[in-house]
């Protein structure tokens, strides 16, 4: 245990598993029913952030485009669960390959080779790679707000698989894979206890990419495009909420202290951004929104995610509080700008992910900094943690910036991915899906 505590706590189930080959149930390895069905828990909870990310989104876009948005989560869902059962799982977690930009481990293709692996923490391997499919399946999903309301559904879904192999995968690998140089930077590893850089910088900046490349909605900012269906989105903020304990608290691959810590930290700063967000608008704006308490939940949520393992609930508090009015404030920007993130996917996930991967610094509880000191020989300062967090925050906004744009110039230029006019102007749900979301308010 005191190895596990010299390494960056958010990944305390990969170092103890996930080492050169396929984990092998040794003799005496056996399954620990509490933590395995926090685990199975935690899985279920992750997955239902897809279907609340669904409703967040969808409720949004204008009443023509509802189930083409939603179907973008939707999609994800089973696109990127197939990679991640036939490759996804070994470029993420297997050994080195290319210099270390990917891992590979021929028995985790098709998970051929972890039938009967228990992982040391009592957890079926099984369970460990279906908990961290989820994250593969939300991040992408996560980018569709960016360019919500003018993306083909074809051009969308080649998009969203060639960016799960190319950018998440190598992401996930760098940061926690036990031999990930991220992993591995400085006396503890960049600290990214459940997402902050792989899936929400990520995504937040592939999101910006993406808007930015393919422009604005046509007529935005000159044609009303009221959201649907409010009710709709606070229901989605809700599951969210819930689904994120089983994110941030799961990803302690344990039943125990740590995984404790973490859902109070989840709790607090979710809270604490819904707070801050409506405090901010009351007085801004004259009034507090719907909208803007479900954005201030998301800002917290998002600032903790990689903090949650390392912080006291007074840091989650701060967390919250910082977070909501950077992401207030970078919103104000953005409408200000006039570039079209239709849903804020850069100015919430994107903001956020990079605010809580860099001040949770100030935050850290004595205990881990004494284990980082100990690992680094007797020293480590907060700065000098700081320096290891600014690198992985700089590294993961340039690789999915970079690889971003190629794809999609790529995917543009030859299948499409920007809407026709016509699409655009009938709405993603005639367009590409035949249907209509609220088809029973229109009387044949």
């Known amino acids: 245990m005191k190895a596990i505590k010299r390494r960056s706590i958010f990944a305390i189930g990969v170092l103890v598993v996930l080492t050169a080959g396929s984990v092998q149930a040794a003799d005496g390895n056996h399954i620990d029913t509490g933590v395995t069905a926090w685990m199975l828990t935690s899985t ?66 098709l998970l051929k080779g972890i039938d009967q692996n228990i992982m040391d923490a009592g957890v079926p391997e099984y369970v460990f790679s279906m908990f961290q499919g989820k994250f593969a399946i939300l991040t992408p999903a996560l980018i569709a707000g960016a360019f919500a309301e003018r993306i083909s559904f074809k051009g969308y879904m080649v998009f969203i698989a060639v960016w799960g192999i190319l950018v998440y995968n190598p992401l996930c690998h760098w940061v926690w894979a036990s031999d990930g140089f991220l992993f591995n930077m400085g006396a503890a590893g960049a600290i990214d206890f459940a997402g902050g850089t792989v899936v929400h910088i990520a995504s937040g900046i592939s999101g910006l990419v993406a808007a930015l490349y393919l422009g604005p909605r046509r007529g935005y900012s000159k044609t009303a495009a009221a959201p649907s269906n409010l009710v709709m989105t606070m229901i989605g903020a809700g599951l969210l909420w819930v689904g994120w304990f089983g994110f941030n608290a799961g990803s302690s691959i344990n039943s125990g202290l740590l995984t404790a810590q973490a859902l109070t930290a989840t709790q607090t700063a979710a809270a604490a951004g819904a707070m801050t967000w409506i405090i901010i608008e009351s007085l801004h704006q004259g009034k507090a929104t719907a909208l803007g308490f479900a954005s201030g939940i998301l800002a917290g949520l998002v600032a903790v995610t990689p903090a949650a393992g390392v912080v006291q609930p007074a840091g989650a508090l701060a967390l919250g509080v910082i977070a909501s009015g950077i992401c207030y404030t970078a919103i104000i920007i953005k409408n200000r700008q006039g570039y079209d993130d239709s849903l804020d996917a850069f100015g919430i996930h994107g903001v956020g992910g990079i605010v809580g991967s860099l001040i949770l610094v100030f935050f850290i509880r004595e205990s881990w900094m004494q284990d980082a000191a100990a690992a680094a020989g007797g020293s480590w300062t907060m700065w000098q943690q700081f320096g290891v967090q600014a690198v992985a925050v700089a590294i993961a906004i340039g690789y999915a910036a970079l690889l971003t744009f190629l794809i999609i110039f790529v995917i543009n230029k030859t299948i499409g991915l920007r809407s026709s006019t016509e699409s655009e102007m009938h709405g993603m749900d005639h367009s590409y899906h035949g249907e209509q979301g609220y088809g029973m308010l229109n009387p044949r």
Request: avoid cysteine; aromatic fraction near 16%.
């Open 44 to 109: 279920a909870l992750v997955l239902l952030m897809v279907p609340g990310l669904a409703m967040f989104y969808g409720g949004l876009v204008r009443t023509k485009n509802v189930l083409g948005t939603m179907m973008h989560s939707f999609a994800a869902m089973g696109i990127m669960a197939v990679l991640w059962v036939v490759v996804g799982y070994s470029m993420s977690f297997g050994s080195n390959v290319l210099g270390g930009w990917f891992g590979w481990n021929s028995d985790y293709f």
